[in-house]
């Protein structure tokens, strides 16, 4: 993040003629609401108001470390190794106890067609990167005829419109009992004291 160091060069004043100023009020909580795109920002909305009614889940903990949700371009946001363009991503740093240190978010400004996204299928998609980021949840391959949250690739839009209450509810009550697979991690980087790891979500016929 950007530091903005003010120097305040004092001149031969006495302390009688320096102004009194009052203290600095203390930090107010870091919110990543506030480093938004302005497209996505009532999904991350949504998503924090649900974990704010269920204090059981990780996400308020977690909610500190989320540093920015961005929306990119197609070239902005990376393929896999295969070539495989990817819809969004959770990036996210660990220290070597495990421990989340920050996470950040990106997804594609279009639907990988170069239309725009239809608003059920871009809520289902932040809702899976936020889950990543927030929930410590990985991927869950499941069929459409049993919808998860954690799939790793884009369902068609009425699926989420037909099953959104119960996605979102299995998805909360797997992080509760701490239910999470990690399946299709991306280690982008390691070393003795951090871990980046990507979490991609692929468009439907992805990995």
Known sequence: MKKLIILLLLSSCSVEDQPIYPSPEPPKPYSPIANTDESVRKYVKEFKHICDIRPSSLCLSRW?????VTVVNIETLRKDSNGEQWAGVCWQ?????????????QVLDDDGYGNKWNADSLRGLMFHELSHCLLDMDHTPSPESNPKMMNPFLYPTQIYID???????????AADRK??????????ETSNIITVTAHPFYFNGGK
């Open 93 to 105: 740093w660990t220290d070597g106890n495990g421990k989340l240190v920050k996470a950040s978010i």
């Open 179 to 188: 239910d999470r697979l990690y399946l299709l991690n991306n280690i982008i």
């Open 64 to 68: 500190p470390q989320l540093e920015s």
């Open 163 to 173: 099953n959104w209450d119960k996605m979102v509810e299995d998805v909360f009550a």
